[in-house]
Structure formats: structure tokens, C-alpha cells
């Protein structure tokens, strides 16, 4: 796989031609923070034990998707201040994915995927190890309609879109880097832009939302907007309600 771009960017990237899980992989490498500094990449085409939030897990046919995991350690100094990471990497993930499909809308789905066409195209998991984070993304490339997990979700093919790697790699990493930077720089997801940038690309918001919680509790209301902690905002017949994305099991359009 040529990512000769991407590889100007971070300080490493290692390409592997298979693996359970690239963030599985990632965390039991990164102890060794010399060898795996921060924005170090691990990438497959193949990944046969993908997982997503609350361990979901998937496996998609061999070469039909990227699996993409980047090592943080440069983190805000504030915990609170690192939920946004997940939005961070959906935002420069969409905008790398508009890059190559200019024709489409691309957005944000609060907290973790990204959509063209309202359709799920990348799936993004960012989990702790030891001192840093790993940010794991899954983009749907060359998945045929019938290999789609999922009658919502969709691919660079089924698309009829040829996509380029290396320039989707360039452009998310390079996105993600600045965001990541701008975040610890200032300690405040809307003083470094990235509540402005996320709001901006967020198709959540102004949606009629079906929100299930753990015990089986739901919420249902209009989503009106994401608060300075990255949390959904959420007007009920009730009030209003903010939801953190650890305390969502789903975020579904409301059935008419």
C-alpha cells in the first residue's frame, strides 16, 4: 500500500495484512512509547475481531475496508476535555472523506460515526492505554451492497467512488493532528474551534432523536445542540437533558 503522503505526517505507520483488532493490537504495542510515539499508526485492510462501543464486534470481508489506529499522548490535561477526541476523529474523518466524495454529504453522527448521505461510512472507537489513547476508525472502502453489515450503512463502492488511501490517510491524520493540538493547546473545545467545527458537521443536531440508555431507559426528544463537555443536548416534554456518549447505548431518529 503506497502512503507516501500519510507517512509525512506521523511518525509511523505500519501496515499489517491482517489483524483481530487494530486497537486491540495498538494498546499492546504502545506500552512502548520510543518505538509507538504520538500520531504512530497501525492500519489493515483486513480486520477479522473489528469492535465498536460496548463491544460490539463485526468482521468485514477481507480488503473491503481500512482499520485505522493512531496513538495519542499529547492528551488535555483536563479528563473531561479528552471526550472530545471521538468527535476530534469524526470530524477530520468526515472532512477527509468529503475530500474524496465532493459530491455527497458527509456529517457526523453524535458521538461516533460518519455519514455520506445520512449513511453510515466509518465507525470510530477511542479507548484508554496506560497513559494515552488509542483512536480507531473503520472506513467501508471496496464493501459490495451485499456485504454491507447493515441496510443503513454504505462504501466508497457501493458509491461508485475509487478511493485513494493514501489521501484519505494524509487528510485524516493531518486533520486530526491539528485538532488534537488545538484542543491541548487551549484546554477548551470551543476556544480551539472544535465545538464551532463539529456543531458545523453534525447531523444530530435539529433531529428528532429516540435516545437509548442503559437499563433499558429511553429518551426521546429533539436534539438541539452538543455542550462545552461534548455531551447531546436533548429537549424532552420533560426539559431539557444533556447525554454523555458513555451513557448511550443508541441514538436513533425517532419513529414517526
Same mark, same amino acid.
Given at each position: 500500500m503506497?502512503?507516501?503522503? !500519510?507517512?509525512?505526517?506521523?511518525? =509511523?505507520?505500519?501496515?499489517?495484512?491482517?489483524?483481530?483488532?487494530?486497537?486491540?493490537?495498538l494498546r499492546a504495542l504502545a506500552v512502548d512509547d520510543a518505538a509507538w510515539p504520538h500520531l504512530a499508526v497501525l492500519l489493515t485492510d483486513t480486520q477479522t475481531a473489528g469492535r465498536g462501543r460496548l463491544d460490539r464486534t463485526w468482521i468485514a470481508p477481507a480488503g473491503s475496508s481500512l482499520a485505522i489506529s493512531v496513538v495519542l499522548r499529547r492528551l488535555p490535561?483536563?479528563?473531561?476535555?479528552?471526550?472530545?477526541?471521538?468527535? !476530534?476523529?469524526?470530524? !477530520?474523518?468526515?472532512?477527509?472523506?468529503?475530500?474524496?466524495?465532493?459530491?455527497?454529504?458527509?456529517?457526523?453522527?453524535w458521538p461516533n460515526d460518519v455519514l455520506v448521505d445520512g449513511s453510515k461510512i466509518c465507525g470510530i472507537l477511542a479507548e484508554a492505554g496506560g497513559d494515552a489513547v488509542i483512536v480507531g476508525t473503520g472506513v467501508n472502502t471496496a464493501m459490495t451492497a451485499s456485504e454491507l453489515p447493515v441496510p443503513t450503512a454504505t462504501s466508497f463502492a457501493v458509491l461508485g467512488a475509487q478511493v485513494d488511501p493514501d489521501r484519505l490517510l494524509a487528510d485524516y491524520l493531518g486533520a486530526l493532528r491539528d485538532l488534537i493540538a488545538g484542543l491541548v493547546d487551549s484546554g477548551d473545545a470551543v476556544a480551539s474551534g472544535l465545538h464551532g467545527a463539529v456543531t458545523a458537521r453534525c447531523a444530530t443536531i435539529g433531529l428528532d432523536v429516540d435516545v437509548s440508555l442503559?437499563?433499558? =431507559?429511553?429518551?426521546?426528544?429533539? !436534539?438541539?445542540?452538543?455542550?462545552?463537555?461534548?455531551?447531546?443536548?436533548?429537549?424532552?416534554?420533560?426539559?431539557?437533558?444533556?447525554v454523555a456518549a458513555?451513557?448511550?447505548?443508541?441514538?436513533?431518529?425517532a419513529q414517526d
Open positions: 503506497e502512503l507516501s503522503r !500519510a507517512r509525512e505526517i506521523v511518525p =509511523r505507520i505500519e501496515v499489517l495484512p491482517e489483524v483481530g483488532s487494530t486497537n486491540a493490537a490535561a483536563e479528563p473531561e476535555v479528552r471526550g472530545w477526541i471521538p468527535l !476530534a476523529a469524526g470530524v !477530520a474523518m468526515a472532512d477527509a472523506v468529503a475530500a474524496q466524495l465532493p459530491s455527497s454529504d458527509v456529517s457526523v453522527k442503559p437499563g433499558s =431507559r429511553r429518551l426521546t426528544g429533539t !436534539a438541539t445542540g452538543i455542550d462545552h463537555d461534548g455531551r447531546l443536548m436533548v429537549r424532552a416534554d420533560d426539559g431539557e437533558h444533556v458513555g451513557d448511550v447505548v443508541h441514538v436513533r431518529p
